[in-house]
């Protein structure tokens, strides 16, 4: 049973902005704070972004300042704004209800003129 979906992601050139998306099942994203992270090819899996059910955020130094995370109670759906990216953020990224072994497919994302 896939609980967490994610679309968006792909190529962008250095200094652009995409949007990835993670489609929750309806009690996940009611019980769960919503996090990002992402991993780049050798690294660690890293967090990017944390957002409580009631709305409270937290990012990595990295993230701050460039990257938003929101969520969408309607649509059960949680968000990541990416702007002002750099080769640096090339990673797959992934979404996780907090705290479980609950994953969404991961995403590509490539940085790169």
């Known amino acids: 049973q896939v609980q967490l979906v994610q679309s968006g992601g792909g190529l962008v050139q250095p200094g652009g902005s995409l949007r990835l998306s993670c489609a929750a099942s309806?009690?996940?994203?009611?019980?769960?704070?919503m996090g990002w992270y992402r991993q780049a090819p050798g690294n660690q899996r890293e967090l990017v972004a944390l957002i409580t059910s009631g709305g409270r955020t937290n990012y990595a130094e990295f993230a701050k300042g460039r990257f938003t995370i929101s969520r969408d109670g309607a649509k059960s759906t949680v968000y990541l704004q990416m702007n002002r990216l750099q080769p640096k953020d090339t990673a797959v990224y992934y979404c996780n209800a907090d705290r479980t072994t609950i994953w969404g497919q991961g995403t590509q994302v490539t940085v790169s003129s």
């Open positions: 309806r009690t996940i994203f009611s019980d769960y704070a």
